[in-house]
């Protein structure tokens, strides 16, 4: 039996789906919270009715004694039901062995400690986001896990670099290749075998000889790799900005490519994330026009209060938020005559918006760049 705290369904409101064939409990508490929180700030208060939505949909017009002992989920309209979903009463504790209840999370452990000696042979676990919730329940005997479903990858290091490096020269592992020149670019086709076999699209291969290749097709067993000249790739000049290395060059290559929508960069503070992103919007809205405006945003934790008290239009008041941007125009300008007026100049020319990720939802930007900043803050 999986007991859900509040934090989950907030995080997830489609939680309850994801727990298989086991038995899904939300404890009276925990509804309690839901609808406290129902009409607060905007992101949680919309997470929250998503959720009781959802609770409500499943237990549909199930009588109080099914709903005690618990509804089948039912996830699709042809499938089987797997699992049940319950509502858990909260009971008084007249025994010794039980915590406080004037805080809701000791309420719930209590009535998880109550439900365990009810069922013995049932292991019950307690899903939380709150670890110091998962701490005190555990203290208490309840086991108790945090809520992974969704979250892909719990170390930074099992993330996808988007380029693999081979030792020495990446031709000694082909044992067949064919070469074609179409409109000034070669591609090599090659057999997608051995460590070719993982590649995916728009993912580069690098050796210690200087080849650089793009994948730009697959086709069943088959792969297309583009022969990236490194000379070429590192001599790029982009709105002044020219590559220290070989990544910040694939990684510009990524960022001025129209037919990849969705660029990801991750590294250390000071690798250049913010300002390859910058001078490659720079050089695509005024020097080529591809795009006409540029859209600057991020997630800072406890935006949704301070924004209010910062004064001016929602662009002034986004703006301290969006220094890093700022400072980034400015490294980009550092060599000009007059720094202050060239950014300045930029800012008039560039259309650069700065936005507020909570006024942000359900708004169509056309032809726009969006560079999202500091992204790691954002929840799904």
């Keep these: 039996m999986y007991v859900l705290d509040t934090n989950v369904l907030i995080h997830d409101p489609n939680a309850l789906l994801n727990f298989e064939e086991h038995d899904v409990i939300i404890p009276m508490t925990v509804l309690e919270e839901l609808d406290g929180l129902k009409t607060g700030k905007q992101s949680v208060a919309a997470d929250c009715r998503q959720a009781i939505r959802n609770i409500d949909k499943l237990l549909g017009d199930a009588s109080p004694k099914d709903i005690e002992r618990g509804v089948p989920i039912i996830r699709a309209k042809k499938s089987d039901p797997l699992g049940t979903l ?24 209590n009535n998880l400690a109550a439900l365990q000696a009810q069922h013995k042979s049932r292991d019950i676990i307690l899903v939380s986001k709150d670890i110091n919730m998962r701490l005190k329940a555990r203290g208490f005997g309840v086991d108790a896990q945090d809520y992974h479903t969704d979250q892909l990858v719990d170390d930074i290091e099992l993330l996808p670099r988007g380029y693999k490096e081979f030792k020495n020269s990446f031709w000694d592992n082909i044992a067949k290749v064919e070469t074609v020149q179409r409109e000034g670019v070669t591609e090599h086709l090659l057999k997608k075998e051995g460590e070719l076999a993982n590649l995916h699209i728009n993912e580069f291969v ?5 080849f650089i290749g793009k994948v730009v097709d697959i ?12 000379r070429d790739l590192m001599s790029e000049e982009v709105w002044g900005l020219v590559s220290r290395d070989i990544f910040q060059a694939m990684a510009l290559n990524l960022l001025l490519d129209p037919d990849v929508h969705l660029v990801n960069l991750t590294g250390s503070a000071g690798s250049g994330k913010t300002i390859l992103a910058l001078a490659a ?27 209010g008290f ?13 220094g890093a941007i700022v400072d980034n125009l400015e490294a980009l300008h550092e060599d000009d005559e007059n720094m202050t007026a060239s950014v300045d100049y930029i800012l008039s020319k560039v259309p650069l918006h700065f936005k507020s990720l909570n006024y942000i939802r359900g708004r169509s930007f056309q032809h726009s760049l969006i560079i999202i900043d500091e992204s790691q803050n954002l929840t799904p």
């Design 206 to 210: 690098v050796d210690e000889q200087g």
């Design 86 to 109: 319950s509502i858990l009463m909260s009971t008084e504790h007249t025994g010794s062995h039980s915590l406080p209840e004037h805080l809701n999370d000791n309420k719930i452990i």
């Design 281 to 307: 919007c720079i050089e695509m809205t005024v020097a080529s026009k591809q795009y006409k405006r540029i859209i600057a945003t991020r997630s800072t934790q406890g935006l949704d209060e301070d924004i």
């Design 219 to 230: 086709d069943g067993d088959r792969l297309v790799l583009q022969d990236l000249h490194q």
């Design 310 to 322: 910062l004064p001016g239009t929602e662009a002034e008041k986004m703006e301290p938020w969006l």
